[in-house]
């Protein structure tokens, strides 16, 4: 089947340590994204790819790094540098690039983060 | 920058009964899409409907509609005939078009409760 997975569906931190959260796609999608939910708010924008090897800060970047090495693989980790990472994290994908019509983003079940 | 909001935190109707959700943006473009999505309790996001900007015509899917103002540049969304299974987060969505590979602006969300 194809989709988005993400890993682990929980996950628990320790304050001042760094983790990284996967995120998976076999929909052969060049977009990706990563979006963090916190209750009573909408999903915000952290990092996106368009491709591989490149990707861009979102609204919430701060405290977060990302890398794209894999066209289906795009890892977010959490930093200790991230003052409040307890948060539901949502990955998404997309067909990506600029055009003109419409690139659907289909999304990942999430992974529930808390720091203990 | 964009920006989505939805001033409804809560709603709450019986079953059958049709329920509007309301949803205005601010943007300075003038060819977008915008979306409503669902949160059901399981947290995946759904895909409900999606309106490009460019087209008049109010899209529709099943017991699903859109009020579509631009000028106004309201977007509201209408269920009719409300099922249990209705019972969700709902949260309305705004892209740039062009810009298939960017980021999508959400609102707060709207928790519909659907009473038996």
């Known amino acids: 089947d194809g989709g988005i997975t993400q890993s682990p569906k929980y996950l628990f931190r320790k304050e001042g340590q760094n983790v990284t959260l996967s995120c998976e796609q076999n929909?052969?999608?060049?977009?990706m994204y990563w979006y963090r939910q916190d209750p009573g708010q909408g999903l915000r924008l952290i990092y996106y790819?368009?491709?591989?090897?490149?990707?861009q800060k979102g609204d919430i970047a701060e405290g977060y790094s990302v890398s794209r090495e894999k066209k289906e693989s795009f890892p977010l980790t959490v930093t200790s540098a991230q003052k409040n990472p307890t948060a539901f994290y949502l990955c998404?994908?997309?067909?990506?690039?600029?055009?003109?019509?419409?690139?659907?983003?289909?999304f990942g079940p999430g992974t529930r983060l808390t720091v203990l | 920058a964009q920006t989505v909001t939805q001033s409804q935190p809560e709603m709450s109707v019986q079953e059958a009964e049709t329920v509007t959700l309301s949803c205005t943006y601010d943007?300075?473009?003038?060819?977008?899409?915008l979306f409503w999505y669902k949160q059901p309790p399981s947290r995946q996001m759904i895909l409900v409907i999606r309106?490009?900007?460019?087209?008049?015509q109010n899209a529709t899917e099943n017991r699903f509609s859109v009020n579509f103002q631009k000028a106004a540049k309201s977007f509201s969304l209408k269920i009719s005939d409300s099922q249990l299974g209705d019972t969700a987060m709902y949260f309305c969505?705004?892209?740039?078009?062009?810009?298939?590979?960017?980021?999508?602006?959400f609102g707060k969300g709207t928790h519909l409760i659907i009473q038996p």
């Open positions: 929909l052969n999608h060049d977009a």
């Open positions: 943007t300075s473009e003038s060819n977008y899409y």
């Open positions: 309106q490009e900007a460019y087209k008049q």
């Open positions: 969505a705004f892209m740039i078009a062009g810009g298939g590979a960017d980021g999508l602006t």
């Open positions: 790819s368009q491709i591989v090897n490149d990707f």
């Open positions: 998404a994908s997309s067909i990506g690039g600029h055009l003109p019509t419409y690139n659907e983003q289909f």
